[in-house]
Antibody, heavy 121, light 109 residues
Framework: EVQLVESGGGLVQPGRSLRLSCAAS????????MHWVRQAPGKGLEWVSG????????GYADSVKGRFTISRDNAKNSLYLQMNSLRPEDTALHYC??????????????WGQGTMVTVSS | SYVLTQPPSVSVAPGKTARITCGGN??????VHWYQQKPGQAPVLVIY???DRPSGIPERFSGSNSGNTATLTISRVEAGDEADYYC????????????FGTGTKVTVL
């Protein structure tokens, strides 16, 4: 069964850091691009960051550029998101999503259930 | 960054056809993907590359894209189709390449 399981979310104070992880199973992880997408409570979807199959192409949303870093470990079938200088507006359910191919342009065909990040003092 | 605009809501009677639009500047030159999200659940890809359906998605779901508007069409609407729908594109020329539409709530009357 193809599966993505996120972890690492929680309550954190503004300005602090958090590292999200996504464990993949059921498919050849290093054949596909991966993404992070978030959804603030009651709001729409927002693409956060994406990384190609070999980490050769990486992109970030303007709202997180310079603060978040995406990475992957193909040997561990895992995707990560290092989140620094967190702000209250980063409060959201963060989803890990599988791309439809090696590069970033494809749609997101598999999604995890998400991990909640709450930034508050 | 690139902007995608969707109507906030669409209402449709069971058995009828729902059309959800996604407007963007020259969107016809880009590939559009569509997602369905039911309350409390993760999104599901229902259309990719404008008009292709993933396995397991009913043929009632179809897509088109031309000019400044992409459209998701749901034929013979069922109660189970009630959900939020989002369009999405990848704008390779932008520093912020991943873009979602504003989302449309489909209500089955």
């Amino acid at each position: 069964e193809v599966q993505l399981v996120e972890s690492g979310g929680g309550l954190v104070q503004p300005g602090r850091s958090l590292r999200l992880s996504c464990a993949a199973s059921g498919f050849t992880f290093d054949d596909y691009a991966m993404h992070w997408v978030r959804q603030a409570p009651g709001k729409g979807l927002e693409w956060v960051s994406g990384i190609s199959w070999n980490s050769g192409s990486i992109g970030y949303a303007d709202s997180v550029k310079g603060r978040f870093t995406i990475s992957r470990d193909n040997a561990k079938n895992s995707l990560y998101l290092q989140m620094n200088s967190l702000r209250p507006e980063d409060t959201a359910l963060h989803y890990c999503a599988k791309g439809g191919g090696q590069q970033l342009v494809h749609g997101f065909d598999i999604w995890g259930q998400g991990t909640m990040v709450t930034v508050s003092s | 960054s690139y902007v995608l605009t969707q109507p906030p809501s669409v209402s449709v009677a069971p058995g009828k056809t729902a059309r959800i639009t996604c407007g963007g500047n020259n969107i016809g030159s880009k590939s559009v993907h569509w997602y369905q999200q039911k309350p409390g659940q993760a999104p599901v890809l229902v259309i990719y590359y404008d008009s292709d359906r993933p396995s397991g998605i009913p043929e009632r779901f179809s897509g088109s894209n031309s000019g400044n508007t992409a459209t998701l069409t749901i034929s013979r609407v069922e109660a189970g189709d009630e959900a939020d729908y989002y369009c999405q594109v990848w704008d390779s020329s932008s520093d912020h390449p991943g873009v979602f539409g504003t989302g449309t709530k489909v209500t089955v009357l």
